[in-house]
């Protein structure tokens, strides 16, 4: 693979991409596509907040255990979808 070197301030615009980036030139004609690695930054998904949301979920699941036919097939999901984009919704 070949390397380019980006100058900062294209670093800094690939550091704050969230997804696919087209590289254009200054006409806008297409260069590359670009799929930014991840930052090394810290996750903000700590161990008690994950904890937390775990807690916070546990009465849905209780619920769903207690009454496991009550949810809705895949299949279901996805003709209720169909259905709501035939209607416009």
């Known amino acids: ?6 100058d900062a301030e294209l670093a800094k615009q690939l550091a704050a991409a969230t997804g696919r980036v ?4 200054e006409k806008g004609i297409p260069l590359a596509v670009c ?3 991840r930052s090394t930054e810290p996750t903000p998904l700590t161990a008690e907040y994950i904890e937390e949301r775990r807690k916070a ?4 699941r209780e619920r769903i255990r207690k009454n496991p036919d009550s949810g809705k097939t895949l299949c279901e999901i ?3 979808l169909e259905r709501r984009v035939g209607e416009g919704s």
Do not use: R
């Open 78 to 80: 996805i003709a209720n």
């Open 57 to 60: 979920l546990e009465p849905i």
């Open 35 to 37: 799929i930014p690695v």
């Open 22 to 25: 087209a590289i254009v030139d």
């Open 1 to 6: 693979m070949s390397q380019i070197i980006a």
